[in-house]
């Protein structure tokens, strides 16, 4: 069972980027599944959530309106649509799920909740 990021790489200030995630070994379509981001030197975090049912979803601040998560429960697959991007994005970006969503769980930052985990993959924003 495993998350397996994909997507990221260099792009321009104001360009785009969309990343996958790709869940094997078991289905996903009810697990809650966010993206997380690490730049160099600060904690990780909680940029992102999406309800099993493919329509709640969570946007920290800094993201809402430039980015959208997104799921297609029939390929098990989770994408982060990215646009606009800053160099203030530039980080490594993790998928993950979690397997006991309860109502609201797409807003829960809190990362013992999530079970399975990318193994995350680099988003560098630079001119």
């Known amino acids: 069972v495993q998350l397996q990021a994909s997507g990221g790489g260099s792009v321009q200030p104001g360009g785009s980027l969309r990343l996958s995630c790709a869940a094997s070994g078991r289905t996903f379509s009810r697990d809650s599944m966010g993206w997380y981001r690490q730049a160099p030197g600060k904690e990780r975090e909680f940029i992102a959530g999406l309800a099993p049912n493919g329509y709640s979803t969570f946007y920290t601040d800094s993201v809402k309106g430039r980015f959208t998560i997104s799921r297609d429960n029939a390929k098990n697959m989770v994408y982060l649509q990215m646009n606009s991007l800053k160099p203030e994005d530039t980080a490594l970006y993790y998928c993950?799920?979690?397997?006991?969503?309860?109502?609201?769980?797409?807003?829960?930052?809190?990362?013992?909740?999530?079970?399975?985990w990318g193994q995350g993959t680099q988003v560098t924003v630079s001119s």
């Open positions: 993950a799920a979690d397997k006991f969503p309860v109502y609201g769980s797409e807003r829960n930052s809190d990362e013992s909740r999530f079970d399975y």
